[in-house]
Every structure is written in C-alpha cells, then in structure tokens.
T-cell receptor
Framework: DAKTTQPNSMESNEEEPVHLPCNHS???????IHWYRQLPSQGPEYVIH?????VNNRMASLAIAEDRKSSTLILHRATLRDAAVYYC????????????WGAGTKLIIKP | EPEVTQTPSHQVTQMGQEVILRCVPI?????FYWYRQILGQKVEFLVS????????KSEIFDDQFSVERPDGSNFTLKIRSTKLEDSAMYFC????????????FGPGTRLTVT
C-alpha cells in the first residue's frame, strides 16, 4: 500500500471546523482514501472514504485534491467527543484485505 | 445500530498459557479481521478471514496464532503459548461484501501476559 503522511498532532477549538490534512503523493489510480479514528481507550472507528470526488456523510466531509496527491478530512463543527487519533489510509481497490495503519494525527479539542 | 462485540474486555494470563479471544461480528458481514495494538504503538494487522479460511495474514501471525469461526456468529483468536510480548489490545473487525470496504471494530480485549 502507498504511504501517507499526516501531522503528528493538531489543536482546534470546540465548535469550530477542523481540517485534517493527509499527503499521499505516491497514490495509484486504484487506491481509495479511507479515514478512521480512534477515540481514547476505544477501538478504531470508520469515518469516511472516497476515490476521486469529494464525499460527505453524517460524521465528516472528505475533500480530495484534483491530482489526488492529498486529501483533507473536514469536521464541520468539532466537539470534545471528536478528540481522537485520525488515520488516513490508502486501500488498493484490487488488493488485500488489511488496513495498514500509520501514526495518525492526534486531534486535541480545546473547550 | 449493529456492532461488533468482544469478550472478555480484559484477560490476564501467565506466560506459556493458551488464551482464546472471542468476537461476535456484525451478523450479515462476511469478512473478519484481527488487529492488535501494543500500548503506545500503531495498530497492526494480524489476519483476515473469509469463507471459512484465512485470506491474508501478517508476519506477526505465526504458528502460535490461529483463528476459527466455530459457529455462525463467533470468530475467535487463539494464542497457543503466550509470550510477554503478546500483551496488547486485540481488536476484532468485520466488513460486509467487498474486502476493501469499511471495517467495523469491536471495543477490544486487553491481554496482559505476566
């Protein structure tokens, strides 16, 4: 799987939007961009995924650059419950089953 | 909302003992996974399981590990002879349909080997 690069940590104020960046300059045409998060002392949780077009769901939005070499996870109005480690993961549409995890971005929400 | 469940939440065992970690995946899911996370480290893939057989496994998943789906609902991870370095959180996950689809994780079992 291609590699992703994320900042180690980010801080944001409660009730403000948060933009979490991910660089994946070696992404291939068949790689999907997946985001998961892990709240403290919990199992990972699926957030969103996309291929080329921007995606929205009830949890977040995913903005994908036109060249697909980067993407941004957008939390429109962060709450204290969104404090977690956020992982950007590339998954080949043809390949394997496993998720390969990096270190992610630790999101700190300030009240 | 359907969820993945895992038991026990915490297991303490002595080195060399066998442990079985249990998971109940989401009922209509077809793909099952085990991951582990050593304290303070990244989540690591162990194994995936589909159609009653292992579809992929990592280097961590050596002969000491095995998985089984003994009935229509449970999915188990067995460690035959535990080592100190097996101490970790073990997460079960499941996904519907496509193997590259989103995976849904359980809350984990904390395994402590003494």
């Amino acid at each position: 799987d291609a590699k992703t690069t994320q900042p180690n940590s980010m801080e944001s104020n409660e009730e403000e939007p948060v933009h979490l960046p991910c660089n994946h300059s070696t992404i291939s045409g068949t790689d999907y961009i997946h985001w998961y998060r892990q709240l403290p002392s919990q199992g990972p949780e699926y957030v969103i995924h996309g291929l080329t077009s921007n995606v929205n769901n009830r949890m977040a939005s995913l903005a994908i650059a036109e060249d697909r070499k980067s993407s941004t996870l957008i939390l429109h109005r962060a709450t204290l419950r969104d404090a977690a480690v956020y992982y950007c993961i590339l998954r080949d549409s043809d390949s394997n089953y496993q998720l390969i995890w990096g270190a992610g971005t630790k999101l700190i929400i300030k009240p | 909302e359907p969820e993945v469940t895992q038991t026990p939440s915490h297991q303490v065992t002595q080195m060399g003992q066998e442990v079985i970690l249990r998971c109940v995946p989401i009922s209509n899911h077809l793909y099952f996974y085990w991951y582990r996370q050593i304290l303070g480290q990244k989540v690591e893939f162990l194994v995936s399981f589909y159609n009653n057989e292992i579809s992929e496994k990592s280097e961590i998943f050596d002969d000491q590990f095995s998985v089984e789906r003994p009935d229509g609902s449970n999915f188990t991870l067995k460690i035959r002879s535990t080592k100190l370095e097996d101490s970790a959180m073990y997460f079960c996950a499941s996904s519907a349909g496509a193997p590259r689809g989103e995976q849904y994780f359980g809350p984990g079992t904390r395994l402590t080997v003494t």
